[in-house]
C-alpha cells in the first residue's frame, strides 16, 4: 500500500528554520509531481510549493517565495522542503502530496496520495 509519510516538523522561533521531509513506501513517484500544502486551524488548504517529476520544474506560492525551497530525490523516493524566515503566520500542519501528474500541480484536486501531515508551529 502507498504511504506518504510527513518529518520534520516543530516548534521552532520566528526566524528560525525547518527542513521538512516527505517518504515515499509501497511504490515509487518519480514519474510523478509532488507537492506540499498547508493548514492552519480555522482555514482552508493551501497550495506553498510543487516540484515536476524530474525536479526541473519548481513552484511556489507568492508568500513563501524567497524563503522556501523544494527539492526531491528519485533514487530515495523523497520530497524536501527547505523552510527560511519563518514568521508565526508559517505556523500550520504541513501535508506531502503526489499528483496524478508528472508535472508540478497547485490544485489539491490534482493529487491522488497525501501524507498525514506534520504540524510545525513557529513562535513569535
Known amino acids: 500500500q502507498a504511504q506518504l509519510v510527513e518529518s520534520g516538523g516543530g516548534l521552532v522561533q520566528a526566524g528560525g528554520s525547518l527542513r521538512l521531509s516527505c517518504a515515499a513506501s509501497g511504490r515509487t513517484f518519480s514519474s510523478h509531481g509532488m507537492g506540499w500544502f498547508r493548514q492552519a486551524p480555522g482555514k482552508e488548504r493551501e497550495f506553498v510549493s510543487s516540484?515536476?517529476?524530474?525536479?526541473?520544474?519548481?513552484y511556489y506560492a507568492d508568500f513563501v517565495k524567497g524563503r522556501f525551497t523544494v527539492t526531491r530525490d528519485n533514487d530515495k523516493n523523497t520530497v524536501h522542503l527547505q523552510m527560511n524566515s519563518l514568521p508565526f503566520e508559517d505556523t500550520a500542519v504541513y501535508y506531502c502530496a503526489a499528483s496524478r501528474f508528472a508535472g508540478g500541480a497547485r490544485q489539491p484536486r490534482d493529487y491522488d496520495f497525501w501524507g498525514q501531515g506534520t504540524q510545525v508551529t513557529v513562535s513569535s
Open positions: 516540484i515536476s517529476w524530474n525536479g526541473g520544474t519548481t
